[in-house]
T-cell receptor
């Protein structure tokens, strides 16, 4: 089954404790992206990757890191989480190009205390 | 810069009513793509439709229909004979051609639709 998976689905952590949210897709998509969803703000892009070892900032990259060592995986790293990073995070993947439909993972709900 | 406006924040209807969700967008590109996604209470994002700016034909899929009007920069979504299972947050999104290989979606803030039995 074609899908984007994220782990963990739910996470409660404390300020400053490094964490990683994993994202994996099995559709051989070159393009992967992270979004965060906040009430009243919709979804905003954090980082994206066009292919292995190619990443770039989205609209709200501060406080986040990413890596793309393999085509199927695109982890999101919070080196020192803060309460304002409490959010619902989505990973997405697609073939490159504005016309391509992005397929989203199930979401990771993060609470930073 | 591109922008998607979903002016309605919450809509409540009774089952079997028709409901239209509005979406207005701004972009300087002549080629762009519009999307609708559904987010049910379970939280996942479900793709509903993609529309190419070249194609202004309306589309119907079962109880869902979409009205794309380039002249008013609108891409409205109508649910006919709504059902309780339609209760969700609906997002309109824009992917401008000028982003090139970056397929970044610009989302509206979403419309929460509640369908009461």
């Amino acid at each position: 089954e074609a899908q984007v998976t994220q782990n963990p689905r739910y996470l409660i952590t404390v300020t400053g404790k490094k964490l990683t949210v994993t994202c994996s897709q099995n559709m051989n998509h070159e393009y992967m992206s992270w979004y965060r969803q906040d009430p009243g703000l919709g979804l905003r892009q954090i980082y994206y990757s066009m292919n292995v070892e190619v990443t770039d900032k989205g609209d709200v990259p501060e406080g986040y890191k990413v890596s793309r060592k393999e085509k199927r995986n695109f982890p999101l790293i919070l080196e020192s989480p803060s309460p304002n990073q409490t959010s619902l995070y989505f990973c997405a993947s697609s073939f490159p190009g504005a016309q391509e439909t992005q397929y989203f993972g199930p979401g990771t709900r993060l609470l930073v205390l | 810069a591109q922008k998607v406006t979903q002016a309605q924040t919450e809509i409540s209807v009774v089952e079997k009513e028709d409901v239209t969700l509005d979406c207005v967008y701004e972009t300087r590109d002549t080629t762009y793509y519009l999307f609708w996604y559904k987010q049910p209470p379970s939280g996942e994002l479900v793709f509903l439709i993609r529309r190419n700016s070249f194609d202004e034909q309306n589309e119907i899929s079962g109880r869902y229909s979409w009205n794309f009007q380039k002249s008013t920069s609108s891409f409205n979504f109508t649910i006919t004979a709504s059902q309780v299972v339609d209760s969700a947050v609906y997002f309109c999104a824009l992917s401008p051609h000028s982003t090139g290989a970056n397929s970044k979606l610009t989302f509206g803030k979403g419309i929460t639709l509640s369908v009461r039995p």
